[in-house]
Every structure is written in structure tokens, then in C-alpha cells.
């Protein structure tokens, strides 16, 4: 894998601390991209006096060594009870292996920086055609790929599931136009999965 990180046009982080001075509730974080960020607040909601929910959301990907700066950046910063982490949509220009070699570093930082923290992992979302939703995309077989991958890493460590492909593929009811984030109704879908896998580990 080549130490030269490959950037996209446009990249951001978004990071979302929930009860920043202090808190009864169990500490929870998801770490994601947009697909994190649509479905937290809905996932709050549902979680509402159970936990406090907060977010490191972020264009990096699996490959790229800032994606563990930041993780470590965030992980660090509080004792967080569960982490509820996924990556893949992102980072097209690494290949599948390049990916697949990127998640033990990724998993040492959480590891490190949150030692007492409960994980799980989320699969990949899938991609549709934005020109018709009722066919799955280009990229999509790549994200079978990387969560193959993914799959067999958590399952070998012992790491929670939870499988947000299998709520998405089968919906294409629940895409916005591009084929790639979700309306209201798939947000609502993917948050109830999200705040029930969370609320096992609670």
C-alpha cells in the first residue's frame, strides 16, 4: 500500500459532541460519513434518556492515514461506552486490498483510544443507479467487496454486527435522487436499526 494518501475534490470532517460538560447517560459514538451523519439525530431521538449520542463523521477513507487521526482525535477525547464505527463508500481510488490492509491500524487506534469502549461495526450502505433507483449502482459491488472484508476482520476480532446493507439493498423506496443518501423514510429505517444494536450493548 502506498504511503501517498489519494484525496477526493472535496473533503470535510464533521465532528458532533453531545453533553460535552458531563453526563449520566452511556457515551455512544458512531463514526461514519454523510450516511452516519443523515441517520444520528433520528438515532438520538430514539435513544432519548438511554444514551447521549455523538458523531465523528468524515470524507476519509480506509487507506488514508489522517481517517486515524481523526478517529484517534475524537476516541480520545471522552470514556465512550459503545462505538458504532463503519467505512466504505469513500476512497474510491484505493483498491479492495489496499482497504482491507488499512483496518487493523484502524481498529488498534479505537482499541487504543477507547479501550473500555463496546464496538460494532455497520456494514456499507448500498449504491443504486441515480437515474434508476431500482438498480443497484457501479460502485456497488465494491461495497459488496469491502464489506466482505470488513465482515471476516469484525467476525475473526470478535466484533458486533450490524448489517445496514441488508436494510438498504432491498429498499429503493428509501433513496434520495442520487442513488447514495436516503430520505426520511430510510433515514427513520437505518436509525431504528442503528438505536436497537446500540441499545444490546447499552
Not at 480520545?76 to 484505493?94: P, Q, T
Request: hydrophobic share 40%; net charge negative.
Amino acid at each position: 500500500m502506498t504511503n501517498e494518501p489519494r484525496r477526493e475534490d472535496i473533503e470535510w470532517l464533521d465532528v458532533w459532541i453531545v453533553d460535552g460538560a458531563g453526563t449520566t447517560l452511556p457515551r455512544v459514538l458512531l463514526i461514519g460519513d454523510s450516511i452516519t451523519r443523515g441517520y444520528r439525530d433520528e438515532a438520538s431521538r430514539l435513544l432519548d434518556e438511554k444514551a447521549s449520542i455523538s458523531r465523528l463523521a468524515t470524507s476519509k477513507s480506509l487507506g488514508d492515514p489522517v481517517l486515524l487521526e481523526e478517529t484517534a482525535l475524537v476516541a480520545r477525547a471522552y470514556r465512550w461506552d459503545v462505538i458504532h464505527f463503519n467505512n466504505g463508500l469513500h476512497g474510491s481510488d484505493y483498491t479492495e486490498a489496499e482497504y482491507g490492509a488499512a483496518w487493523p491500524d484502524w481498529l488498534a487506534v479505537l482499541r487504543q483510544c477507547a479501550p473500555q469502549a463496546r464496538m460494532i461495526w455497520a456494514s456499507t450502505t448500498a449504491v443504486r443507479d441515480k437515474t434508476n433507483l431500482c438498480v443497484l449502482g457501479e460502485f456497488n459491488p465494491r461495497v459488496n467487496a469491502r464489506n466482505a472484508i470488513a465482515s471476516r476482520i469484525v467476525d475473526r476480532e470478535n466484533i458486533r454486527t450490524n448489517d445496514l446493507y441488508s436494510v438498504s439493498e432491498p429498499n429503493p423506496n428509501y433513496y434520495a435522487d442520487d442513488g447514495v443518501h436516503f430520505n426520511a423514510e430510510g433515514v427513520r429505517a437505518l436509525a431504528e436499526r442503528v438505536a436497537a444494536s446500540v441499545s444490546r450493548c447499552l
